[in-house]
């Protein structure tokens, strides 16, 4: 049987139309999953949305629809989105969705019923826009720690985790698996400002707004934020319910979220699974942010393009690569449409689409377009075939240490040694001797086989280009068992492919 890979995204919140930011997540988890697939794992790649709470319930008021009505709208126009940044998700959870709702509630009940729910008194700051509560340490200069705004001070009946039970076992989780949080930073981060200062219960239930999943038995409450978002992983997948699909994925291999949620990931979310007697997720990384000019793209800022104009604009692809490649993965980055423009440019048109248009159109000039192996070698030969051939195991152990830009890089730096190789090999001098056809034909072998190895790779981060490179090259898409089986002979034809990208204007 095949290995599992469960890997997911966060349940973004649809109370504005989603933006760069929320494809950068969407983006890199879609390039795991994919990459994985093509490793031969059974993957299960889950995304979705997150669609209760205060804010959404007021959004929907000012805007006099229904908070269903609100968020129906906006989950089509991310769906839609999904499908134009060909993101290959397995499951799309949406908190609305029945099951969800119903297993929740179970949840909350089973929670309960241990004593690891309490019904007690709430006092405490609360930031609206955020829907977090914050103890007066955590405030900067009396602001949200997150966002920088006011916060209210408020007292309300309320049922609450007993997360304090769980500080010794997340210490020990912490100590005995080094890797649960990535980068290590966020990890010492986690320790020292919220595990080591003692943790507190936390609130997980409200009774002013309305637009949540009810307690079922006290149902003046409803089921705030974390127990209600967090458990989509595993609702998602049957729980409580011991289906197939539960045994088979749980727990996650990969959570990837953007550091603002890290806190909630790494500490009620173990604490939740703790309590439930269930198994924790593997690993959890946060991801730093995209920033415009320096600052936060921010929904309520309204900073930002719809996503899909840029994929209009400059293709899916610019845009996948944009988000994989730039920022190494982990640090904060910056988008901006004349980065990704010189992104695109530079990579994509100048290293990529120029060495697959050069290569073909040189097929068919000098061999109308069939070439075989004719082992002609040289020394010369050696660099680009070492690296060829070494080319999956280094990306391999890139991803393994989701190193993503990097693993790209390496990528891109065969397809630099591809385009090295014609400037040393000089295909057009060698053609002017018809004794040297072989070792012509050789060398043009040698870079398509360095082509095909790459678009198998780059299959997982911008799968429509290298599909149209296996076009291109008139053969079937290698998976990564086959990688290494060369193609014994390419017959392309002798009609010259469309350029895979063309260079874009820089202003
Ligand atoms: O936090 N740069 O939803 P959300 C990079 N519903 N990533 C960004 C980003 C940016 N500028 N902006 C958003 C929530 N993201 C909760 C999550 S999970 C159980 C519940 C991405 O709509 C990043 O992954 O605010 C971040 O963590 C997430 O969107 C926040 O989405």
Redesign the pocket.
Known sequence: MNKKYYIT???????AE?????C???IIADAIARYKRLAGYDVFFQTG??EHGLKIETKAEEANVTPKEYVDKIILNAKDLWASLDISYDYFIRTTDEHHYTRVQKIFKTLYDKGDIYKGEYKGLYCVPCESFWTESQLIDGKCPDCGREVNFVTEEAYFFRLSKYQKKLEELYESEPEFILPVSRKNEMLNNFIKPGLEDLCVSRTSFKWGIPVDFDEKHVIYV?ID??T??ITSLGYPDETPEFKKYWPADLH??????VR??TII?PAILMALDLPLPHQVF??????IDGG????SLGNYKDPREYINTYGVDAVRYFALREVPFGS?GN?SESALITRTNADLCNILGNLVSRTIQMAIKYFGGVIEDKKCYEALDEDLLEATKDLKNKVDKKMDELKINEALDIIFDLLRKCNKYIDDTTPWSIAKDESKLDRLETVLYNLMEAIRVSATLLQAFIPSTANKIFAGLKIENNNFDNIYHKTPKYVLGDEKPANLFERIKEN
């Open positions: 995204t966060p349940i973004y919140y649809p109370s989603f933006h760069i930011g929320h950068y997540t969407t949305t997150d974390w978002a967090l989509n992983y990837l979220v953007g550091k603002e949620i909630f990931h979310w946060g991801h730093g942010w995209l920033v936060k793209i921010s929904k904060d988008f």
